[in-house]
């Protein structure tokens, strides 16, 4: 080895027994870094590295990286409202804001001649790992390198990312719960009214992209949550569906007819199950030239970003605002009302809108067992309005709710399919209502099974507002039901009670 290599590495072990990198020393906290002196101090150094053949990259301790842009861009800053409205945005991810804070950390870069890689390597740049450490989402922007993930949660510390279906908890963690509290600060910056402490522990609102995010924190919970959940699938055919196998591929037309047909309708299920993703399914199948009018708690389904040749019209109602926000949107010219999600007052806008206004509306709701949906609906108006009557409640949804298609998801999470469509039939005489299945899945036999029994009274709603989309969903459930009849369905879950009855009797 010759003596000049000798000599750099000598240098090189020198500096490697400290605790900083090469030439760290000049950025400590004590000073500001000054890249003149810089630049004097170590001319001779690094004209001795570069005649030796070493490859010399100036690095620094990404964290102290961090403090020099920040104080540079806060320093240079000229009109502090209008700099400060800009990390706000920049926080909540506006893009535009997000772009200016990006070119303006890789002015500073190559002003002060820093490069390195030394960040976090889920980030693709250096200037976009300063961004998230110092003004955006530290660790937490770990998730968008997984677009195929549906949600993220950050518990305490520590964040757990969807992947597969499964939660896994990450490596990385917050440096501490007080960058956590930032993190929920900035979210809170989204909505001016929203507010999060002891007495209001658990919110909910979303981030510009339609990410949902609740936050819940003690004494609602154990420990300080933070849950965030976006929509993945954005191609909203029934072929797509389909490919999918959330439905068959021969039932695309018969999906498309119901849609057609314009039947007041529910999409139900659990959490995660793409009641919403089905929703928008089934919009738009709809005829383009239709006029959509739709009420939500936050802007979710962002109606008007994934069908931009269409009108809607998307308001937005809190607790308290929708006596007034649902004659408005009835005032609006529509052809059909979407009511983003029942929750509990929102079942009094589903109500009005079918009572008003047209036929044809759609919403989702949480729901595992379809044949109590009337019951557990009319619960909710009684919540908001306890002095009406339960039963005038129930009479009142049954008729104007039609149809419920319902959805569930694999234990994994990794299918979601619709496993049935029922008729709430409402008997105009009587006032009572029963549910009947029109299509219906079976886990078992991993089969779908059909009936035509539509009642005459929704077969004539439906025929008056499409008689060709009518006909043809009918035509569809005759055909289906002579290949898998729904009595079928039900003879096999006889066979079930026989098979438990048995299975008791030998344990017994």
Not at 211 to 239: A, C, G
Request: aromatic share 8%; charged share 30%; with cysteine.
């Amino acid at each position: 080895m010759s003596n000049e290599n000798i000599q750099v590495l000598e240098k090189t072990e020198d500096r490697s027994n400290r605790n900083l990198p090469l030439h760290l020393d000049d950025l400590s906290n004590d000073s500001p870094f000054d890249v003149a002196s810089f630049v004097s101090k170590h001319t001779q150094i690094e004209k001795d590295e570069q005649v030796s053949g070493f490859n010399y990259q100036k690095k620094k301790d990404f964290k102290q990286i961090c403090d020099i842009i920040k104080s540079e861009l806060d320093s240079n800053n000229v009109n502090e409202g209008e700099y400060l409205e800009r990390q706000h945005k920049a926080i909540i991810g506006d893009e535009a804001a997000i772009g200016y804070f990006i070119a303006e950390i890789e002015r500073v870069l190559r002003d002060k001649n820093i490069t390195s890689t030394d960040h976090p390597s889920y980030f693709e740049t250096l200037s976009q790992a300063v961004f998230h450490e110092v003004w955006g989402l530290s660790v937490l922007a770990k998730w968008d390198i997984y677009p195929e993930s549906e949600a993220c949660c950050v518990r305490g510390t520590q964040l757990w990312i969807d992947i597969n279906g499964q939660f896994v908890r990450q490596a990385e963690e917050f440096e501490s719960i007080h960058r956590v509290e930032r993190i929920k600060r900035a979210f809170l910056i989204r909505s001016a009214e929203t507010v999060l402490n002891r007495e209001n522990p658990e919110v909910e609102l979303e981030k510009e992209d339609g990410s949902r995010i609740t936050m819940i924190q003690p004494p609602r919970s154990k420990d300080n949550y933070i849950m965030l959940r976006r929509f993945t699938v954005n191609q909203f055919t029934l072929e797509d569906q389909a490919s999918f196998d959330t439905i068959p591929f021969k039932d695309v037309p018969l999906y498309r007819a119901l849609s057609r047909a314009m039947p007041n309708t529910i999409v139900a299920g659990r959490v995660r199950s793409a009641k919403s993703t089905f929703m928008k399914t089934l919009i738009g199948e709809r005829n383009p030239q239709y006029v959509g009018a739709c009420l939500e708690k936050h802007f979710e389904l962002a109606l008007s970003k994934h069908f931009k040749d269409r009108l809607f019209f998307e308001i937005q109602a809190k607790e308290g605002d929708l006596h007034n926000a649902i004659p408005r949107l009835l005032r609006m010219e529509h052809d059909y009302i979407v009511i983003g999600e029942i929750r509990s007052l929102e079942i009094e806008a589903f109500n009005i809108s079918t009572e008003r206004g047209e036929r044809g509306a759609l919403s989702t709701y949480h729901l595992t067992d379809v044949q109590d949906i009337v019951e557990q609906l009319a619960r909710h108006t009684l919540d908001e309005f306890p002095t009406r009557r339960f039963e005038v409640e129930v009479q009142r949804i049954a008729k104007n709710l039609d149809i419920i298609i319902s959805m569930a998801a694999d234990r994994d999470r990794k299918r979601k399919r619709v496993i049935g469509v029922t008729e709430v039939v409402f008997d105009t005489k009587t006032g009572e209502h029963t549910t009947v299945d029109l299509i219906r899945y079976s886990r078992l036999s991993r089969k779908y099974y059909y009936s035509s029994n539509i009642s005459k009274r929704l077969l004539r709603l439906m025929a008056e507002e499409n008689m060709e989309e009518t006909k043809i969903l009918y035509s569809l459930l005759k055909q289906r039901e002579e290949e898998s009849p729904m009595k079928s369905y039900h003879e096999e879950e006889l066979s079930i009670d026989d098979l438990l009855d048995g299975s008791v009797g030998i344990n017994g």
